[in-house]
């Protein structure tokens, strides 16, 4: 994939899989924009992207911060912004939970996507990183699903009117990312190990695996409106059979297969 000399901006691009995108379009040949709130991190990320990274300090709930962000115009926008969710169960978390995951999470992943699509060129796109609890029951994240979905659900709304803009969503699954820095590490293994299990790829994500899907829809001028999972199959099957092997097939004496 060619991106020599596209303007990109990478909304959350200091770390994860905002991080792993940002490397990847820079990698492709873009002008690389990289806005998170923090500029110490700003700083440590750009180094590691590479010369000519350029750093600028934004927060998803600041919309006079994304419009600055925004200003010189782009033609690629990916929105990766991590803002956390209220964990827990519903009845727990209740409303307040409910509004707060709401107006922090879905609300500014939303004003930034809208602002993004106004500032992209025609023709360019805007790439919101979703996550799989929208569209998966998984106990314990029904706030953080239904800030997720909300966003999914504003994805075709919005392409269908910004068009020939492009808009779209990424939904990862659980991915190793600095989000979860926080969790001990011997914690932190057992987590991915037993997510792993669970996936029918047998691993959890790595941030390389959402950032080449979103070079890949940042590039394809034919995909607007969709959400792509990138969750190595989450929730296809919580149970697992064994794969039975074929026994060797015998051969007749022409030496075809015989079917049994
Ligand atoms: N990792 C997973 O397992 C997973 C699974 C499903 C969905 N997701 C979604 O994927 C997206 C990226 O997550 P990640 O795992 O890559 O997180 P991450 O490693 O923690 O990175 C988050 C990035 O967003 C920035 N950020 C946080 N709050 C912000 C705000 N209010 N305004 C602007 N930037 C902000 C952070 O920098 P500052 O803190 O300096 O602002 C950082 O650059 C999130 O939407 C997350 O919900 C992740």
New binding site residues.
């Given amino acids: 994939m060619e991106f020599t000399n596209d303007r990109v901006l990478v ?9 792993a995108a940002a490397k990847a379009f820079k990698a492709a040949g873009a002008l690389v924009t990289i ?4 500029m110490d ?1 700003l700083e440590m990320a750009g180094a590691e992207i590479g010369a000519e990274t350029r750093l600028v300090v ?4 600041d919309p006079a911060s994304l419009t600055s962000a925004l200003a010189e115009g782009f033609d690629h926008v990916v929105v ?4 956390a969710a209220v964990p827990g169960p519903l009845v727990e978390i209740g409303a307040d939970g409910i509004a707060e995951s709401l107006t922090g ?1 879905a609300l ?2 939303a004003q930034a996507t809208l602002l993004a699509a106004q500032a992209v060129e025609p023709g360019g796109s805007v790439t919101v ?4 609890a929208g569209r998966k029951p998984l106990s314990g994240m029904g706030a953080v699903g239904m800030a997720n979905a909300a966003i999914e659900a504003m994805v075709p709304v919005l392409a269908a009117e910004v068009g020939p803009t492009r808009v779209n969503a990424v939904s ?4 190793n ?3 979860y820095a926080a969790i001990p590490q011997v914690e932190r293994n057992n987590l991915f190990a037993n997510a792993a299990s669970r996936l029918p790829v047998g691993r959890v ?1 790595d ?1 390389a695996d959402l950032a080449k899907a979103i070079l890949a829809i940042a590039a394809n001028s034919f995909i607007t409106g969709t959400v792509l999972e990138v969750d190595g199959g989450a929730g296809l099957s919580t149970n697992r059979p064994s794969v039975r092997r074929p026994e060797k097939p015998a051969f007749s004496a022409k030496g075809s297969a015989v079917v049994h």
């Fill in positions: 909304l959350g691009g200091s770390s994860g899989i905002g991080f806005a998170a709130r923090s991190r934004a927060d998803v709930g990766s912004a991590g803002v999470k500014g992943q990183v979703t996550g799989v990862p699954g659980l991915t990312t600095g989000a994500g941030p």
